[in-house]
């Protein structure tokens, strides 16, 4: 297979099926337990220097963006991350925690480009390889699927196949070429949910994104939860569940968790705070001033929701689309 | 009526959706568009967001693929691989796509200007653009129209066109019969020669002559004998684009 | 790859991807339509003989029994099948309506071996390739993929790969050997579903079998629901939408669908009915006399509801189990 | 106490699993013995049922994998492919498995007995039996005991033991570390020997001699010099599975 198209880039990741089974295995267990606990010590014990991490949803909607605060806040310097995202990842860029990412965007949509990606890979500070959004989802799904690679059509042809990890493979049936996708199994997934029960039963309302590739391409998940219900609760509606206990490591309470971005059915975005933020992007050392002032300086989740105020959270609650 | 240009923009995009079609709908300008078509001579068009959002009724902008304005209403709220194998597996018509550069043959760049590992300019990267590209049957690229987008040579091949010309596409292992159909571009509306796959003027924009469009494509464009003139937006349009779709002007 | 180990039958069906998309392209579209219709139109419009068809569940449990039933009732001689079934697939079998089948399970569980299955094999009647449930569930998930095949362990090393259609490969990242299970896009998919709106918009509750792959691999899609809501139900919960509509081409009001099976949350199987059956099968002659009284002499599936009487009925709702 | 044959299978079986683990449970005797292990020993016992449920309470008795009872109260109802992909990436510990005939590498037949074409018994087929044997880190299969069902060679390999014996599995592309665990036999328990793969009497039934198993066995058993005794079902397992496991006698 040594003249087949290849991607020149190296993986962060060997996917060796056999490797994440054992650690499965070793490390993984059915048993129903109490999984609660605050953002500080989920990131503390899930989360090593040099891990490879991933976060779910997309733009400033569900993000993950307590537990990302938090990361922050501790510092770290040596993560790598795959994904797209974009607040929860530019924080942690503009942070200093990541060497490395494999990429599929990194942008503000409607606000235009990312003034901290363009920083960190301008400079040669981050390291990237670029992936399309749904190779990158089917890569999750692949290691979810328990196989080191699967086939897709994407990214056949370009620059981005080139710049990229993947390889080729050929149908044995019809001769097709395809991509090979390898498989993500990341260290630790990172997502924002509606609501969980204490053991890390999860339910999400609204679009799934990849939060269901990506729970099950985790070594180790944080959830964080806007409510945390009652096990009777998930008992009374388990086709609700999309991400089953024993996959959940660390349940996070974090009301508002995706503040400034939106959380479907609940609260809107807070566009002002938004605005803000990508206005302070513009240069590095305004960055810096709001890092200080919305992660370094803050102790935890509540302070933020208490520097907000409670006036302005109870707007953006009013301002949600119903069903 | 005055317009700017923006708002002519989202008129000749939104006029290329087909009633009782489906399409990929990025953030922008194609949801703009998308809204307006579904409000003019589309009632039947179907939204397609990436993140799961799938048969909206975009009563509301969206200002992003994943945010909640994309399921408001809508049929289903799905992931974004259920959306992606839709398209994978040759169930949606069209998709919209933007970028920093477009080369003769409908390939797009959105990851950077200059050497990959050190850009002179790191834009977003692919998102769903690559993928849309490969897999939907027909895409169409909005653009904006200068010499330094219209390019005979992209810095990265960030999303497939028709590659390197007839034939390239399945060559390379793309879906047989995809490949790009429209350039919506603030001064023209393009499509493809059947023969060469090269860009090929289709019409130019009101006030807009050939000779401008010439001068602003960094490659030589086909001119057919017979170049059609956009009819610039209706009051309809325009009223509903205003009031209606985008009232607080995030976009127009 | 002429050395890789293959299994020695041939397939029902090419996997063949760029035709599944032109077909796709040609004959289904997103327009939102009216789709409900009775039984008797459904089997009559969609489902042609030659075609490779496959059911939804298993077992006794939320399976298709009304539209099998039809199709027995209009005399299809035919058809071939994928999958897992027992009742609903034993009606086509005993109904001489299947030429050849690509198995996974066949049989009663506690009740034991398939009487029917073991008559139409043993005597030659029925043409069958043996795959894994698993594989099964997989090659249908590769088809809603949009891709021609998708690596697996299952099946490696048995007779049961030696006698599918699967071949191998090798993971272009690992050099791991897999199975290579090809894509099953089927003529018809037949599901029995909780509810849907007009449209073809469905939803499920409990367990999902294998019914979101088989919807997404199905050229065209029969849905029997137990109750027709509106779409502006639908629109309010569009999380739960299992099937969207554009995948749906019939909507069959089945009320009962599943008897003598179950369906969760609404009604029990019928225990009695059940081994009256089994006990039929046990003679050629005796399951064409069930055939007779239960499919054969019954115009629809109003006629049946009527023989086994709403006393009966009332009384297998009020056994199902609540949330 | 009196018990009969299938009781004792039952609390044998059941015996076998492990508090907190999680198991792929069919149907019969593996969901009897799942149910028993939960009210003695093993209440964090995990019991997966392939179509869907999950951590289920099992209070009512299922009859099949995929009824409503399989995720009665549980704390997810998925579909076949969540379950079966959750064994294939190394989170299932155990599977329990049957067949009409088992070889002495731990291969199960559960397909046909004679020519695949032309079966003199056409058995079900694997189902989810494949499986569970190819991706659980063990297996436990539950047996009557005769030499027509412990056989030499299968008639049809449905399910993976250890194939040919020692590195078979690998070699094949099974995942590593896994294979069978235990046969749980109206006569007997028996495991693997570590060296050869090959099946070894572990410990007889009450009231059953090793040369009574020997003789029942169609193939040459590894017999230790110590073998144990199973202890007969308890009052308590008799109990609880008569009256609160299965009241209507459906199995016992």
Known sequence: MSEMPAGGKGLLLHPDMDEVRAWMHANKSMRVTDKVMDGHEAVRRFVREGDFIATELYGSVRA??????EIVRQGYKTLNFAGQGVMETELLIAGGCVKKTELTYQGWEVY???NILRRAAESGALEISDWSNAALAWRLKAAAMGISFIPARSMLGTDTFRYSGAKTVICPFTGQLYTALPATMVDVGIIHAHRADRHGNVQIDGISGFAWELARASKRLIVSVEEIISSDEVRKWPDRTMIPWFLTDAIVHHPFGSFPGEMCFCYDRDQEHLKAYIEATETEECTQKYLKEWAYDLPDHQALLDKVGADRLAWLKSRALGR | MEYKSNELL???????MEDGTSAFIGTGIPMLAAALAKRMHAPNLVPLFEFGGIGGTLEHLPLGVGDSKTFYKAFAALGICDLMETAQRGMVDYGFLGGAQIDPYGNLNSTCIGPHDR???RLPGSGGANDIGSSCWKTIAVMQHTARRFVPKLDFLTTAGYLTGPGAREAAGLPKGTGPYRVVSNLALLGYDEATCRMKLLATNPGVTVQQVIENTGFELI????????EPPTERELTL???DIDPTHLYV
Chains 1, 3 share one sequence.
């Open chain 2, 10 to 16: 989202i008129c000749i995009a939104s006029r290329q």
């Open chain 1, 112 to 114: 235009g480009i990312s």
């Open chain 2, 241 to 243: 684009l205003r009031n």
């Open chain 2, 119 to 121: 850009p002179k300019v």
């Open chain 1, 64 to 69: 993950p963006m307590g537990i990302c605060r």
């Open chain 2, 223 to 230: 001119v057919p004998d017979k170049v059609g003139v956009n």
